[in-house]
């Protein structure tokens, strides 16, 4: 198994990534610099954490045209796991691979603390090995993490369940007191209608050993792996590779994530 980290000008969550990949869970990462214009032999890819391109202009406006996107974008296409970790998740909505934007902190500060996570969906290849009820406290780094779309895309995002983290209090509550930079709907995370592109702001890398104060992005990769190894033979994807795959939780699925034998 190979999952591939991109490396943008300006990424600094990339080693991060590679080591939990590595280090953690014993799994091939390697690099992907922002110039390659092909991903190479990958299972999965991971837009990473940092400033790419330092945020001129926008947060992931100018890094949705590295010649690496247009490949990232074609593995997205032919079902592989794309995974965007904060500046990640900017750069999927920027690329148009996740529908919303983020846009500044409503505090108009940057926010650097542990937040808690609640899991909607358990029926994705991002959080399958969420256990039930579990909430995760995940650290957060942004200033630019204020989700925001229109109400058709939120109330779409609601009716297909692709709205996999909501920002909660410790007792599993979306509250405003819980929202760290006024995302709509508490969002924390979302995939697209296929299943198959995630992205959060929160860091589940800087989340992995106790050491940090918590393991519990350890969660969000098992997930990853846990599904690859179970579906994904060790090649480029295709779309055919999600047939048959497991329901691992009663949650359900969310529209077009047919992880009941469809496939995707």
């Known amino acids: 198994m190979n999952v591939g980290v991109v490396q943008f000008p300006g990424s600094n969550c990339d080693q991060d990534v590679v080591h939990v990949l590595r280090n953690v869970f ?7 610099w922002h110039k390659s214009s092909k991903l190479g032999p990958v299972d999965a890819v991971v837009l990473p954490g940092g400033f790419s391109y330092g945020d001129y ?4 406006a100018i890094a949705r045209f590295s010649p690496v996107m247009s490949a990232v ?4 296409e032919n079902g592989g796991l794309v995974l965007g970790i904060c500046n990640g998740f900017q750069i999927l909505c920027e690329a148009g691979l996740l529908p919303g934007a983020l846009v500044r902190n409503r505090s108009l500060q940057f926010r650097c603390e542990y937040v808690f996570l609640k ?5 994705t290849p991002f959080t399958l090995k969420v256990p039930p009820d579990q909430l995760l406290r995940i650290p957060i780094a942004h200033g630019e993490g204020c989700y925001f779309a229109d109400e058709a895309i939120l109330a779409q995002l609601q009716a297909e369940n692709r709205i ?3 920002y909660c209090d410790v007792n599993g509550n979306p509250t405003e007191a ?10 924390a995370g979302i995939c697209n209608a296929r299943g198959n592109v995630a992205a959060l702001m929160p860091h589940p890398e800087r989340a992995c050993e106790p050491i940090l104060g918590s393991t519990d992005g350890k969660f969000i990769f098992a997930s990853i792996l846990a599904f690859l190894t179970e579906r994904v033979a060790l090649s480029t994807p295709k779309p055919e590779i999600f047939a048959g795959a497991k ?3 009663n949650t359900t699925p969310a529209k077009n994530l047919e992880f009941g034998g469809k496939g995707f």
């Open 178 to 187: 819980a929202n760290p930079n006024g995302s709509l709907l508490n969002i």
């Open 73 to 76: 974008q074609q593995f997205a």
């Open 119 to 123: 899991t909607l969906n358990r029926n």
């Open 164 to 166: 996999l983290w909501q």
């Open 247 to 249: 329901d691992h939780s």
């Open 57 to 60: 202009l926008r947060t992931g």
């Open 26 to 32: 014993g799994v091939s990462a390697r690099y992907i």
